[in-house]
């Protein structure tokens, strides 16, 4: 059964970091890219960032980027985003998903969010 699960999430202040894993178990999770989304109260889903299943091309949101890094460790089937000079704008719940395309069309998004876990709460406040 597949499972994703994610971890790490907490209260920070403005500024700070935190490091967000997703432990997959279940299916082989090196065959498939991951992604992080992320949900606030009363807004819509917002992709994050991706990474393809080699762990190249990254994609990252215009929101987060050269702030978050996302990457892979294959061998213990998890994937971590590392995220810096974090904003109140950065609380939401995050998610950990499966994209499960084989290939990517030009045109295509370059991430897909096709199963996911339960989320960890990432709040940002003084």
């Known amino acids: 059964q597949l499972q994703l699960v994610e971890s790490g999430g907490g209260l920070v202040q403005p500024g700070g970091s935190l490091r967000l894993s997703c432990a997959a178990s279940?299916?082989?999770?090196?065959?498939?890219?991951i992604g992080w989304f992320r949900q606030a109260p009363g807004k819509g889903r917002e992709g994050v960032s991706c990474?393809?299943?080699?762990?190249?091309?990254?994609n990252y949101a215009d929101s987060v980027k050269g702030r978050f890094t996302i990457s892979r460790d294959n061998a213990a089937n998890t994937v971590h985003l590392q995220m810096n000079s974090l904003k109140p704008e950065d609380t939401a719940v995050y998610y950990c998903?499966?994209?499960?395309?084989?290939?990517?069309?030009?045109?295509?998004?370059?991430?897909?969010?096709?199963?996911w876990g339960q989320g960890t709460q990432v709040t940002v406040s003084s």
């Open positions: 279940g299916f082989t999770s090196a065959y498939y890219a």
């Open positions: 998903a499966v994209d499960f395309r084989q290939a990517v069309a030009d045109g295509d998004p370059p991430c897909a969010f096709d199963q």
């Open positions: 990474i393809s299943s080699s762990g190249g091309s990254p």
